[in-house]
């Protein structure tokens, strides 16, 4: 009888590297609920997964690099606009490399999977070895409101020197670094009278600094009514309507700095045949001497004759007394005095009978006038 | 999330032709995450890249 004893090949285990290769991956979307855009948007940058599968053959019969898998399957849960992900329409697999191209968003709050699974055939053995990978997916929500809103400015000092005229005072609501399209903003200003901020009225009467844009982001003011207007500005987008933001402006009538000072024009010195005493007020500022001084200052000039009490002369710049006030005993000096206030933007002029004011008017315009910020001082 | 169109000829040094949408005459939409090994700033002076809105992305997709 034959007797057999076989023999047979022994092959060294492989080893294997298996890696997912994530090609612009990002498993966490942020949804944008304020532009309704995706962070980033798969539509437009897909997320692609590539399965790899490397084998190191110690005996060196398999050859070196990439080797092909077998029974690969992708399990792709996702879910867009509540309608589960199919393949063809929201991802794609090669069914030579088992590539997955993912270009679908995720519904935010959804939570997806992710899974692949692979196999190796090694022929010589027969071995099967099984490769897994999973990730879950999201979206998360987020409202890129960062609301805030940026003004020019918070002090507006209007010199009566320099009339601007009618101008504009902007403000701007920004999203996050980005300002906010108009139409998509709502603007509305008002301003601050007896304690609380009013809505701003355009009947032409109690607002006359007003000229346009209570509504918009740039609101039209006139210099020539503005003495002491406070305004708040509040802003907020249209589908957002209780994330409102403030930002308040003053603006003012402010002279700076100003020196005032009076010049004898004649009579300083009395002589004989000195007829009258002459004076005239000058206001200088850094700039130079201010030029028609009545346009912004009331003036009035005194008179004193070294005894009794400080008579009146004028209300102007420029006073002048007679040779006949000049003080009758030679020892006494005479000297002029005067009082200089600023005058106020243009103020209506009101007449109030009981708990009403009325607006005086001309041709259906409302008269103003200018007058003293300050007391008259005595 | 920032947009940018970038030339083929970038797009092949950074690798990204293969997965993201686009070919050699329009060049590739790509996004600022796949932009972070190269200098936006410089690339974009040479003209091998411009940044787009999320629509001109769409606009330049849907071309394809």
Redesign the interface.
């Known amino acids: 009888m034959r007797r057999e004893s076989q023999g047979r090949a022994v092959f060294q285990p492989p080893r294997f590297a298996f890696q997912m290769l994530e ?2 991956v ?1 498993y966490v979307q942020k949804y944008n609920a304020v532009e309704g ?1 995706f ?3 798969r ?4 997320s ?1 997964f590539v399965p790899q599968l490397t084998v190191i053959d110690p005996d060196g019969i398999i050859p070196e690099g990439l080797q092909p898998m077998v029974n690969a399957s992708w399990t792709v849960n996702g879910r867009t606009n509540g309608t589960s992900w199919a393949r063809g329409t929201h991802y794609q697999v090669d069914p030579a490399t088992h590539r997955l ?1 993912i270009n679908a968003n995720c519904d935010p709050h959804y939570a997806g999977l992710l899974a692949f699974h692979g196999e190796y055939f090694d022929h010589r053995t027969g071995k099967v070895s099984k490769f897994d990978w999973k990730r879950t997916i999201s979206c998360e929500t987020y409202a890129d409101n960062r609301l805030s809103l940026h003004n020019e400015q918070s002090k507006v000092s209007l010199m009566p020197f320099k009339n601007r005229g009618q101008f504009d005072q902007n403000v701007q609501l920004f999203r996050g670094e980005d300002p906010a399209p108009d139409g998509q903003c709502v603007y509305r200003w008002r301003v601050w009278e007896d304690g609380a901020f009013r809505a701003i009225s355009s009947d032409g009467h109690a607002d006359l600094w007003y000229v346009s844009g209570a509504d918009t982001k740039s609101i039209r003011v006139d210099q020539d009514y503005i003495q002491h207007v406070l305004l708040q500005c509040t802003a907020y987008l249209h589908d957002y309507p209780d994330e409102t933001r403030t930002a308040t402006v003053l603006l003012r009538r402010w002279y700076g700095q100003y020196d005032d000072d009076l010049v004898w024009l004649s009579g300083k010195y009395v002589f004989p045949d000195t007829p009258r005493a002459e004076a005239e007020v000058v206001v200088t500022r850094r700039t130079g001497m201010v030029a028609d001084v009545m346009k912004y200052f009331d003036i009035e000039i005194l008179y004193h004759k070294g005894t009794g009490q400080w008579q009146h002369v004028c209300h102007g710049c420029r006073g002048m007394v007679p040779r006949s006030m000049f003080p009758v005993d030679g020892t006494l000096t005479h000297r002029f005095g005067w009082i200089l206030r600023e005058k106020s933007a243009k103020t209506p002029l009101t007449v109030t009978v009981g708990a009403s004011r009325f607006y005086l008017t001309a041709g259906g315009k409302v008269l103003t006038g200018r007058f003293p910020t300050t007391a008259r001082e005595e | 999330m920032k947009y940018y169109i970038i030339k083929a000829e970038l797009a092949g040094r950074l690798g990204l032709t293969a997965y993201r949408y686009g070919n050699r005459e329009a060049g590739y939409l790509v996004n600022q995450g796949d932009l972070v090994m190269c200098d936006i700033g410089q690339e974009s002076g040479n003209g091998q890249l411009k940044e787009v809105s999320v629509s001109q992305a769409r606009q330049f997709v849907n071309k394809l």
């Open positions: 090609l612009g990002s855009e962070n980033p948007d539509t437009l940058t897909p692609v191209t």
